[in-house]
């Protein structure tokens, strides 16, 4: 008899030690499950602080007068994508390094006052040749000293001309030339060939198409060899492409007939010049402009 009680004793020692280890490993359990909860929370409180900064311009992305820098990108061929010098570029959106740029940075590829206004805008926006000299962060207010005398006082001038013209389309005031003396070996084609490809032996003279300024003189496009680039109003580019040698720099003005290069063969597979008319940056049919010959 005292045996039994003895057992039941431990028996009933044993089920309530049973019971409480049970209620133990459900206590221990139940912070595990919270700091999983914790952890994940706090990760997603890290993620969201380390979530990457806006780039440069992003407000500004989609909007007229902005360019989105996509990959493969550089300046000087957004310059030509968008008919504009790439140090404009560079001014305007106010780049501290010109050589580094991100996919998915927006750059300001209009003159600030261009931007800045409507309607009326565009107008001065192709008379406004001296609006690339304006500091890239200024206001409408600070362009307007320079803007007014090229737009108004000038007009029937002569230095207005071109600017009349970038409104009207521009071909007839400018009467492009031919800039080689060779024969055409490839025309036209959007989708393969932007400009036309005119034969010639190394050394042969490359002139001007019309009056100009150099905005590129240089081998930084891949595919284009040593190129140079002409800007002839707010509306019209034409480019000289594998070059043997450049004979003029950026920013030089440039009269049409003048002699600006020597043909090659840089970045080619022959001797040649591949030579490009842009409209606003959009490769057109250099027929279209040419006199026939």
Not at 173 to 178: E, M, P, S
Not at 201 to 218: E, F, I, L, S, T
Request: proline share 7%; net charge positive.
């Amino acid at each position: 008899m005292l045996v039994s009680r003895s057992l039941g004793a431990w028996g009933s020692v044993l089920l309530a030690g049973f019971v409480l280890a049970g209620c133990g490993s459900q206590v221990n359990r139940a912070p595990v499950e919270d700091r999983g909860t914790a952890a994940s929370s706090g990760g997603s409180m890290s993620s969201s602080a380390a979530a990457p900064k806006p780039l440069p311009g992003a407000e500004n992305a989609g909007k007229p007068g902005y360019y989105t820098v996509r990959p493969g990108d550089t300046l000087i061929r957004i310059g030509l994508e968008t008919g504009q010098s790439w140090k404009d570029i560079s001014r305007w959106s106010n780049l501290e390094n010109p050589n580094l740029i991100e996919v998915g940075q927006v750059l300001r590829v209009v003159p600030p006052a261009s931007s800045s206004s409507s309607g009326m805008a565009q107008s001065s926006q192709s008379d406004s040749g001296s609006g690339r000299a304006v500091a890239p962060v200024v206001v409408a207010g600070g362009d307007a000293t320079v803007t007014p005398p090229a737009t108004v006082t000038p007009a029937p001038a002569t230095p207005a001309k071109p600017a009349a013209s970038a409104q009207t389309g521009g071909d007839d005031d400018l009467g492009f030339i031919w800039p080689a003396s060779g024969s055409l070996i490839a025309g036209f084609d959007e989708a393969r060939n932007k400009g036309y490809d005119i034969a010639g032996k190394a050394g042969d003279p490359v002139v001007a198409a019309a009056d100009g300024r150099v905005v590129y003189a240089g081998a930084g496009l891949r595919g284009y060899g040593n190129l140079i680039i002409l800007k002839h109003n707010n509306t019209y580019l034409t480019a000289y492409a594998h070059n043997q040698t450049l004979l003029v720099k950026e920013d030089q003005s440039v009269r049409k007939g003048q002699k600006i290069a020597e043909m090659g063969s840089t970045d080619a597979d022959r001797v040649k010049l591949h030579f490009e008319v842009r409209r606003q940056g959009k490769p057109v049919d250099p027929s279209r402009y040419l006199p026939s010959r």
